[in-house]
Nanobody
């Protein structure tokens, strides 16, 4: 089993920045990639970013390109989401995701995620 714990959420004004962290623990399985999804109020959960743990490959949703950056620390089994120039529409619960079993699904597909964190609230005020 794999446990994912997010931290770093909070309240910020529009134009501000936040960094989310996700630490993996209790590993008996090893993810090949990790990422972030989010669910805004009244909307479905959507893909935000993903990063391969054994390469430099990373993927970002078009809505966050140029503002968000995903990074990793393999030694700490952690991934981070640096969010700059935040907008009110970025308000959501952000979920850490781990990909363990290879599939032909894109990283943006929830069906490809094998483990989820509990979520961290990010609120951006206008």
């Amino acid at each position: 089993q794999l446990q994912l714990e997010e931290s770093g959420g909070g309240l910020v004004q529009a134009g501000g920045s936040l960094r989310l962290s996700c630490a993996a623990s209790g590993r008996t399985v090893y993810p090949y990639a990790m990422g972030w999804f989010r669910r805004a109020p009244g909307k479905e959960r959507e893909f935000v970013a993903a990063i391969r743990l054994n390469t430099i490959s990373q993927y970002l949703a078009d809505s966050v390109k140029g503002r968000f950056t995903i990074s990793k620390d393999n030694a700490k089994s952690a991934v981070y989401l640096m969010m700059n120039n935040l907008k009110p529409e970025d308000t959501a619960v952000y979920y850490c995701a781990a990909y363990v079993r290879y599939s032909n699904r894109p990283y943006s597909a929830e069906e490809g995620v094998n483990y989820w964190g509990q979520g961290a609230q990010v609120t951006v005020s206008s």
